[in-house]
């Protein structure tokens, strides 16, 4: 069976790509993926820091980590799942 890349392997591969340019750049920060190990991944010698408080964060969807619930935006409309009492509201 093939191994999958890790997802952030790809996406750094993707941004490289879409940015046009697989070449070094001497400015950019070194990014380290360790697949063989458990260790975080760093970026300029630092550890990736995981434990941001949000699990969705963009202008369309929002979730806290662990809080069971997400909020969609489209316009002034808004759409509130709450996963914790299978509820749906809208506003």
């Known amino acids: 069976m093939r191994r999958r890349p890790p997802l952030m392997s790809v996406l750094v591969l993707l941004a490289v790509t879409c940015a046009g340019s697989a070449q070094p750049v001497a400015e950019a920060a070194e990014l380290v993926f360790n697949h063989d190990s ?5 970026v300029g010698g630092e550890a990736v820091n995981f434990s941001y408080p949000n ?6 969807l929002f ?8 909020t969609i935006r489209r316009g002034d409309e808004r759409l509130k799942l ?9 506003n």
């Open 55 to 60: 699990v969705y964060e963009s202008p369309t």
């Open 82 to 90: 709450d996963f914790n009492r299978a509820k749906r509201t809208r």
């Open 38 to 42: 458990n260790a975080l991944p760093t």
């Open 63 to 70: 979730s806290e980590y662990d809080s069971g619930i997400v």
